[in-house]
């Protein structure tokens, strides 16, 4: 029950939302949002204390790897909804309804992503997530974010019909049993059984498909538009939580290719789509003026780390599970941050700021400590991933691919150090008087900070314990 209860609370609280005609108007019903999103933690809470039984003949179930995205996507929802209550005593929606509905319905997705053992139900909720952050990405209603929305619909909608190609292979991969369900521990265990060239096609379909969710290169159009012209509470979920649970996707099918033993095909693959995505990073984060548009940049950069850790396996699908909930932590952290300049100063490009340290000291402060967070500088989380998956590089005797990751991340680094550090520390205009900060507008960016920066010095045994665990169904190892 407690899995059903997980889903089902948000999506009947979203339809409440969008079709009761008493939420109608610019009011957002955000306490009720909060209740929700409280709750939801707590039943995401429950999971960890007693792991509850597959439900559903299995359709829904609670794996480490899919308990590892449904609390980051949790705890990043509770800070959303947190940091919300102080961004819309600044911005007023035209649709309080569409916002909050819009928001419980991404959560509702994001939980039936994270629990489905059954991938033709994976990918209806990787469509259902599209569809639910669409309406936010429009919450402006003008022409640069009806493009971006837009763009974002139909890049997405190409990603998605290749992943439901990818589905269909899956299943005819299964032959003469072609009517068992496509449930994961069924498709692992059976694995040896499956036909290699229909199961080779449904990995390829899948990982183009859930890697365009994911923002890999080069199907990575999408992002700077989608999170340049977002409400950056928006784009954080999106970087944070949509990103990762697109990556789960990739990570189901991965787990069925090396279970049959074609982990050698796989591999190549994933470290091809990972370098090229730190190398697209690299190139378009140079010259950057948008901090928005620099972050989505570097969540190309994450996205193909991730998938590095994954192809070199080893500790490195260990590495690539844990960068999973740095970088989620991460990016909800700096994309709300980013938030707060452009609330206060109407622009996150360089020339429309300068000198935050003095106008907005706390915001600023975040700011800087959020660029080396996402660079992978000690002592934060994100560096003891990355750390992890350079070493499966080499342990693996790949020294190559060690030293291109390293140097596309000391390109990375330079790119976006020039523009924040810019914009924090430059000379502001004549005359700019510090800006009073809302709590409610910093609360939340400083706990996701302290979580990143504990994840840098101190891994939780349970945490440590159930990362290990996934990284094992993935064919990896802890360290």
């Given at each position: 029950?407690?899995?059903?209860?997980?889903?089902?609370?948000?999506?009947?609280?979203?339809?409440?939302?969008?079709?009761?005609?008493?939420?109608?108007?610019?009011?957002?019903?955000?306490?009720?949002v909060a209740v929700v999103a409280t709750t939801h933690l707590v039943l995401v809470s429950s999971l960890w204390l007693a792991p509850p039984r597959p439900t559903l003949g299995g359709w829904l179930a609670a794996d480490p790897l899919g308990l590892t995205v449904l609390t980051l996507t949790s705890?990043?929802?509770?800070?959303?909804?947190?940091?919300?209550?102080?961004?819309?005593?600044?911005?007023?929606?035209?649709?309080?309804?569409?916002?909050?509905?819009?928001?419980?319905?991404?959560?509702?997705?994001?939980?039936?992503?994270?629990?489905?053992?059954?991938?033709?139900?994976?990918?209806?909720?990787?469509?259902?997530?599209?569809?639910?952050?669409?309406?936010?990405?429009?919450?402006?209603?003008?022409?640069?974010?009806?493009?971006?929305?837009?763009?974002?619909?139909?890049?997405?909608?190409?990603?998605?019909a290749l992943a439901l190609l990818g589905t269909f292979f899956l299943a005819s991969a299964q032959g003469d049993v072609a009517g068992r369900p496509l449930i994961?521990?069924?498709?692992?265990?059976?694995?040896?059984?499956?036909?290699?060239?229909?199961?080779?096609?449904?990995?390829?379909?899948?990982?183009v498909g859930f890697g365009t969710k994911m923002g890999l290169a080069p199907m990575h159009t999408w992002k700077p538009d989608t999170y340049g012209e977002a409400p950056s509470l928006v784009s954080g979920l999106m970087a944070g939580a949509l990103t990762s649970c697109a990556f789960l996707g990739v990570a189901r099918v991965t787990e069925v290719v090396t279970a049959a033993g074609l982990g050698s095909f796989a591999q190549p693959v994933l470290i091809g789509f990972g370098l090229l995505s730190l190398a697209v990073a690299a190139v378009f984060i140079i010259g950057q003026s948008d901090v928005k548009r620099l972050l989505a940049y570097s969540s190309?950069?994450?996205?193909?780390?991730?998938?590095?850790?994954?192809?070199?396996?080893?500790?490195?699908?260990?590495?690539?599970?844990?960068?999973?909930?740095?970088?989620g932590l991460a990016k909800g952290w700096v994309f709300l941050v980013t938030g707060n300049v452009v609330l206060a100063t109407g622009s996150a490009t360089a020339a429309g700021n300068r000198g935050l340290v003095r106008t907005l000291p706390v915001s600023a402060a975040l700011l800087v400590l959020g660029l080396f967070a996402v660079t992978g500088s000690p002592p934060f989380g994100l560096f003891m991933s990355e750390f992890t998956i350079l070493r499966a590089a080499i342990d693996g005797g790949h020294p190559w691919i060690a030293a291109v990751m390293l140097l596309m991340l000391a390109i990375i680094f330079v790119g976006m150090a020039v523009?924040?550090?810019?914009?924090?520390?430059?000379?502001?205009?004549?005359?700019?008087?510090?800006?009073?900060?809302?709590?409610?507008?910093v609360a939340g960016p400083i706990a996701l900070a302290a979580i990143v920066l504990m994840l840098g010095v101190y891994i939780p045994g349970p945490l440590h314990d159930i990362l290990a665990r996934a990284a094992a169904a993935l064919g990896g190892t802890a360290p």
């Open positions: 029950m407690r899995l059903l209860a997980v889903c089902a609370l948000p999506l009947f609280t979203a339809l409440a939302v969008l079709g009761f005609p008493m939420f109608r108007g610019r009011r957002v019903p955000v306490t009720l705890v990043l929802f509770l800070v959303t909804v947190i940091y919300a209550v102080g961004y819309l005593q600044r911005e007023k929606p035209r649709s309080g309804r569409v916002f909050a509905g819009g928001l419980l319905a991404f959560l509702a997705a994001a939980s039936l992503v994270a629990l489905a053992h059954h991938l033709a139900m994976l990918w209806v909720g990787m469509e259902a997530t599209t569809l639910s952050v669409a309406p936010l990405v429009f919450l402006r209603r003008d022409r640069r974010s009806l493009e971006a929305t837009w763009k974002y619909l139909v890049v997405s909608s190409v990603g998605i994961l521990p069924d498709l692992v265990e059976h694995a040896r059984e499956l036909h290699p060239a229909w199961l080779r096609a449904a990995f390829l379909f899948l990982l190309v950069e994450h996205m193909g780390l991730l998938v590095l850790g994954l192809g070199l396996g080893g500790v490195g699908a260990y590495g690539s599970v844990l960068h999973l909930v740095n970088n523009l924040v550090l810019g914009i924090a520390l430059g000379e502001p205009d004549p005359g700019t008087i510090p800006v009073r900060e809302s709590p409610w507008l």
